[in-house]
T-cell receptor, first 111, second 114 residues
Framework: DAKTTQPPSMDCAEGRAANLPCNHSTISGNEYVYWYRQIHSQGPQYIIHGLKNNETNEMASLIITEDRKSSTLILPHATLRDTAVYYC????????????FGAGTQVVVTP | DAGVIQSPRHEVTEMGQEVTLRCKPI?????LFWYRQTMMRGLELLIYFNNNVPIDDSGMPEDRFSAKMPNASFSTLKIQPSEPRDSAVYFC????????????FGSGTRLTVV
C-alpha cells in the first residue's frame, strides 16, 4: 500500500472548519483513501473513505484531488470533542483488510 | 450492537506471568485484528484472522505471543511469559472483509508488566 504524509500537528478554533491535508503521491489506481481518528485513551474510530470522488457523511467531508495524489479531510464545524490524532491511510482493495497506521496529525481544537 | 468488546480494560502483572487478553467482535463481522500501541512505535498490526483462520501473523513480535480464534465470536491474545517491554495498549478490531469497510475498534486493554 502507498505511503502517506501528514503534518504532525495543527490547531483549530472551535466552530471553525478544520482542513486536514494528506499527501499520497504514490497512490495506485486500486487504492482507497481512509481516515480514522483516535481520541485520547480510546480506540481508533473510522471516519470516512473514498476512491476518487469527494465523499461526505455526518462526521466529515473528504476531498480528493483529480490526480489522487493528495486529499483533505474537512471537519466543517470543529468542536472540542474533535481533539484527536487523525490518521490518513491508503489501502488497496485486495489488501485483505489490513490497515497500517502512521503517526497521524494531532489536532487540537481550542475554545 | 455493543461494538467490539475487550477484556480486561486494565491488566497489571508481574514479569514472567502469563497474560490473556480477550476480544468479542461485532456479530456478523468475519475479520478480526489485533493491534498494539506504544508511544515509541505507534499502532502496530500484530495478527489478523479471516473467518476464524489466521491470515497474517508477521507482526507478532516473538514466540511469546500467540493468538487464537476458536469461533466467530471470540478471540484471545496470549503472552507467555510476559516482559516489561510488552507494556502497551492492545486493541482488537473487527470488520466485514467484503467491500471496503473500515474497522470498528474496541476500547483496548492497557497492559502493564512490572
Amino acid at each position: 500500500d502507498a505511503k502517506t504524509t501528514q503534518p504532525p500537528s495543527m490547531d483549530c478554533a472551535e466552530g471553525r472548519a478544520a482542513n486536514l491535508p494528506c499527501n499520497h503521491s504514490t497512490i495506485s489506481g486500486n487504492e482507497y483513501v481512509y481516515w480514522y481518528r483516535q481520541i485520547h485513551s480510546q480506540g481508533p474510530q473510522y471516519i470516512i473513505h473514498g476512491l476518487k470522488n469527494n465523499e461526505t457523511n455526518e462526521m466529515a467531508s473528504l476531498i480528493i484531488t483529480e490526480d489522487r495524489k493528495s486529499s483533505t479531510l474537512i471537519l466543517p464545524h470543529a468542536t472540542l470533542r474533535d481533539t484527536a490524532v487523525y490518521y490518513c491511510i491508503v489501502r488497496a482493495t485486495d489488501s485483505w483488510g489490513k490497515f497500517q497506521f502512521g503517526a497521524g496529525t494531532q489536532v487540537v481544537v481550542t475554545p | 450492537d455493543a461494538g467490539v468488546i475487550q477484556s480486561p480494560r486494565h491488566e497489571v502483572t508481574e514479569m514472567g506471568q502469563e497474560v490473556t487478553l480477550r476480544c468479542k467482535p461485532i456479530s456478523g463481522h468475519n475479520s478480526l485484528f489485533w493491534y498494539r500501541q506504544t508511544m515509541m512505535r505507534g499502532l502496530e498490526l500484530l495478527i489478523y484472522f479471516n473467518n476464524n483462520v489466521p491470515i497474517d501473523d508477521s507482526g507478532m513480535p516473538e514466540d511469546r505471543f500467540s493468538a487464537k480464534m476458536p469461533n466467530a465470536s471470540f478471540s484471545t491474545l496470549k503472552i507467555q511469559p510476559s516482559e516489561p517491554r510488552d507494556s502497551a495498549v492492545y486493541f482488537c478490531a473487527s470488520s466485514l472483509n467484503r467491500g471496503n469497510y473500515g474497522y470498528t475498534f474496541g476500547s483496548g486493554t492497557r497492559l502493564t508488566v512490572v
